[in-house]
């Protein structure tokens, strides 16, 4: 099973200039998570942070237990080794061919034998949908395929955790849909810790199983996907439905001025489209674990989430896990027995 | 621009990390010979033409200035002792500078720099393969080899052509030129020569290589990077080649005649 990330209190400044304060949030092992945010919220910094790539001023990053935040330099490069990490423009190396690429992290820590380097890599080529493109360099494909190879090399030594920089930014809907599909099948198969950093709402919908968002600086929520697909906070709701209306503006939040106009002519609170149902494995795979670990968790601590949300994770029941649960569907609204 | 000392000190205190880091990482294995290869010799290309360019006009400009001078204060059988010091000590080494820093540490900061932006050095990194090692390290190593390389090669097109400049254009006659010339040169001369231009090599490989790996904001900040780069390295190492001299000045007493 994937290893828990436990952030607290993490701050991180350049300069003058804080990109976030204060976040504070658990991945729990082998589930996928999203972070949504607008461009430039620092969704890429704080991916950066959780690798060690940057050094946050404040707060600790604990993997599987140990710090990396103040850990020694050799200790941060074998935490490093748990993770799979595909960057925003798949940060190839441009002199070597996709093969060479997808093999380097075999030939630097594995003694494989060539034959050996060349199966695994061509499995993984294939699972991304890049067989026969294994002789190309990185400057000669489109920006989806070096997408779907950085993703490939990010996997080849079988991490526990997976980090996704906007996997579907330049990638056409169709693709988009392609490549949340293979992450939940992946999820399901090796059973990793995946967080996935976007600003697609519909990757955000339909494919964690828990979901943040950071803006003004803060992480306004994290928690399992019920909450925030329900939340009716205006941000969430406002960013979640890619309105106009509510505090992110063009180029900045919005001044209270502004925000008041905004209320008398839209009402309070914008209406939230209805929870989709989440990506299920794709057929012949093994039943996702995480599903039934995230259930447990939730239905122990049902008692403190919102009525929707509540409502939500009930009718996300079946009869069976009902009664696993010791639960009894009651006809009023949100009402648990 | 920033005018407070604190950042100046600090870009000088990781500057000055990153070349005990690549010092340190040249003895660790697996070295990278492959790299180191292709280095050298892509560094050498882009430098060989121009210093050989430059150093003719170098050792020309001093022998005609030197035979001017010698002639009128009738010194004129010291004309090759004078031009070699000259050239060997001084202009050799501060030609090699310019090469070095002008064309193979632009060269060096500009690949570098491209690479980070694209987020290849993180990507490295995450892998866990230190981006010193694999990438940094062979390329100072390439710098200081050719900037030795360059230095010997300097020195003999410039001796050269002081000699032909000075014998064939301004009369002199060869005899005397090479008769004060083993008068005044000593071995220690060469051998200090090419010690400066290990250095230089070594300084122009880490400035580039520090400012490619610390590019400000987007493909422009690479530009820039370069520029600075350049600039950084000429002013390091003119100062570094002041300092080494008044010490050999010093150390090895100038030969008698
Ligand atoms: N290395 C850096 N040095 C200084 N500022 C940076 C650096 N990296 C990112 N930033 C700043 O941090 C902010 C967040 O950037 P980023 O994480 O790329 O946003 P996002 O990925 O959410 O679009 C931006 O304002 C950016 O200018
Ligand atoms: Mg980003």
């Known amino acids: 099973m994937g290893v828990e990330i436990a952030v607290e209190g993490l701050g991180k400044s350049f300069g003058p200039q804080t990109v976030w304060r204060d976040v504070s949030l658990t991945l729990p092992p082998g589930e996928v998570s999203v972070l949504l945010g607008p461009s430039g919220t620092g969704k890429s910094v704080f991916l950066k942070c959780l690798v060690g790539l940057l050094r946050p001023e404040h707060g600790s990053i604990l993997i599987d237990g140990v710090d990396l935040v103040g850990c020694k330099e050799r200790q941060r490069y074998e935490l490093r080794k748990l993770f799979g990490v595909l960057f925003q423009d798949g940060a190839l190396f441009g002199s070597m061919t996709l093969f060479d690429n997808v093999a380097f992290p075999l030939r630097e820590h594995t003694r494989y034998r060539e034959s050996k380097i060349r199966r695994i890599v061509f499995e993984k080529m294939e699972m991304v949908g890049l067989t026969g493109a294994e002789d190309k360099l990185p400057g000669e494909i489109s920006g989806g395929m070096r997408k779907r190879a950085g993703l490939a090399r990010a996997l080849v030594l079988d991490p526990e955790i997976i980090l996704c920089d906007e996997p579907d930014s330049g990638l056409d809907p169709v693709r988009t849909a392609y490549l949340s599909q293979l992450l939940i099948d992946l999820n399901a198969q090796i059973d990793a810790t995946i967080l996935i950093v976007t600003h697609n709402i519909n990757v955000a919908r339909t494919v964690p199983d828990n979901l943040g968002m950071i803006f003004r600086k803060e992480l306004v929520l994290f928690g399992p996907r019920e909450i925030l697909l329900t939340s009716t906070e205006p941000v969430v709701a406002q960013f979640l439905n890619g309105l106009r209306h509510g505090p992110i503006g063009m180029s900045e939040e919005k001044d209270q001025a502004t925000l008041e106009a905004e209320r008398a002519r839209y009402g309070d609170g914008a209406e939230l489209p209805e929870i989709v149902p989440q990506l299920e494995p794709s057929p012949g795979l093994p039943v996702r674990d995480a599903v039934r670990r995230r259930k447990d968790r939730l239905v122990q601590s049902l008692h403190t989430l919102a009525p929707a949300a509540q409502q939500n994770v009930l009718s996300s029941l079946t009869e069976h896990e009902m009664a696993r649960y010791g639960l009894r569907r009651s006809t009023r609204a949100g009402g648990v027995l | ?257």
């Open chain 2, 1 to 257: 621009m920033n005018l407070s000392p604190v950042p100046a000190m600090r870009q000088v205190g990781s500057l000055f990390a990153l070349g005990l880091e690549v010092f340190r990482l040249m003895w660790r294995r697996p070295f990278q010979f492959r790299e180191l290869v292709q280095q050298f010799w892509f560094v050498a290309s882009v430098s060989i033409l121009p210093s050989a360019l430059v150093s003719i006009p170098f050792g020309a400009v001093i022998g005609l200035q030197l035979g001017s001078l010698t002639t009128q204060i009738g010194a004129e059988s010291f004309n090759g002792a004078a031009s070699v010091l000259a050239v060997i000590q001084q202009a050799s080494p501060i030609v090699t500078t310019l090469i070095i820093a002008g064309a193979g540490g632009s060269a060096i900061c500009a690949d570098l720099g491209s690479r980070t932006i694209r987020e290849e050095i993180d990507a490295m990194e995450v892998l866990g393969v230190s981006a010193v090692q694999r990438l940094v390290v062979p390329r100072v190593l390439a710098a200081m080899l050719v900037a030795v390389l360059l230095n010997g090669m300097v020195s003999v097109v410039g001796v050269a052509g002081g000699y032909f400049f000075n014998v064939i254009m301004q009369g002199g006659t060869p005899g005397a030129y090479l008769a004060s010339f083993s008068a005044l040169a000593q071995l220690p001369d060469l051998w200090v020569s090419e010690l400066k231009a290990l250095m230089f090599g070594f300084l122009a490989g880490v400035v580039a290589a520090y400012r490619g790996l610390h590019p400000r904001g987007g493909p422009k900040g690479v530009g820039d990077s370069v520029n600075q780069s350049v600039v950084i390295t000429f002013l390091l190492l003119f100062f570094v080649n002041g300092v080494v001299t008044a010490v050999y000045l010093q150390l090895v007493p100038a030969k008698g005649m």
